[in-house]
């Protein structure tokens, strides 16, 4: 891969050493060069997601969805949330599979890449459909009971 494929994660320390131990060194992981930095408080998913019950901003146009089937495609979601409103984007943790039964880690061309986990960011043209789509709490999808969240503006 190269140095701009966009893949990105969070690691949570538990010291400070430690941070400041891997932001100092160069580090490479099966011939991957990873830049390790602090991230910013609105950076963090732990920052931008919000717990389900709590009202959304009034703003607010994104809902993070958890436990999605790992085969789920991105048309799928759309899919899913589509009575509840017209979708601008849907952003995947990981890559999903483009076409059904497409194993995950792979694209059309046989090139890897970052597994897929089972969660998605969903941006709404209007705000009105981020209610709605917190509707779909618990909802079974594909064997698995749905987990939706608001998500703050980033």
Request: hydrophobic share 35%.
């Amino acid at each position: 891969p190269s140095s701009g494929s966009g893949l990105y994660g969070f690691v949570t320390f538990r010291t400070k050493t430690g941070l400041q131990k891997a932001c100092a060194r160069n580090l490479t992981v099966r011939g991957v060069s990873l830049k390790v930095k602090r991230a910013s408080k609105a950076e963090s998913p732990k920052a931008q997601v919000r717990h389900s019950g709590q009202p959304p901003p009034q703003h607010c146009r994104t809902v993070l969805i958890k436990n999605l089937p790992y085969q789920v495609s991105e048309e799928e979601v759309k899919g899913l949330v589509a009575a509840c409103g017209k979708v601008h984007s849907v952003r995947p943790l990981g890559a999903m599979p483009r076409k059904r039964g497409q194993l995950q880690s792979e694209t059309d061309k046989g090139e890897r890449r970052a597994r897929f986990k089972g969660m998605a960011y969903v941006e709404f043209e209007a705000s009105g459909a981020v209610s709605k789509a917190l509707k779909l709490h618990g909802k079974e999808f594909g064997g698995r009971a749905l987990r939706v969240d608001w998500a703050a503006p980033s």
